[in-house]
């Protein structure tokens, strides 16, 4: 199942990541301002062409955005997670995969 909130969660953070403004990601993909917050809060769907624009505008892949719906999505996540770890100091290395290692037990269960 598709879940548009999220995948406008994710493209709202790679908007922020990006530095662009809603108005900014609008006209670089020639769209309102109003309809890329409507993408973002997951009240609309965008056409194939306007996704299409936001992932280019982004410079993003549609693997990046949909991965919750994807099947074969890990190589996604562990991107992710790594890109979260890179700035860990050992402490919190250590908290962090403790944290997964018991998250692991208790998803396994």
């Keep these: 199942m598709i879940d548009y909130k999220i995948i406008g969660q994710r493209i709202r953070k ?10 900014k990601l609008a006209e670089l993909c020639n769209v309102g301002t109003t309809h890329i917050s409507h993408i973002e ?3 609309c ?3 194939l062409k306007v996704f299409v624009s936001i992932l280019n ?3 993003c892949s549609a693997d990046e955005i949909l991965c919750d719906g994807l099947d074969n999505a ?5 991107a992710e997670i790594a890109g979260l770890l890179e700035d860990c ?5 250590m908290v962090i995969t403790d944290t997964i290692q018991a998250l692991k037990v208790s998803l396994r269960k």
């Excluded at 990541?17 to 108005?23: G, L, W």
């Excluded at 890990?74 to 562990?78: A, D, K, R």
């Excluded at 100091?89 to 290395?93: A, P, Q």
């Design 89 to 93: 100091s050992s402490r919190e290395l």
């Design 57 to 59: 505008a982004l410079s």
């Design 74 to 78: 890990e190589h996604i996540y562990s």
């Design 14 to 23: 790679h908007r922020q990541a990006c530095n662009f403004s809603q108005e």
């Design 41 to 43: 809060t997951g009240n």
């Design 45 to 47: 769907i965008p056409s």
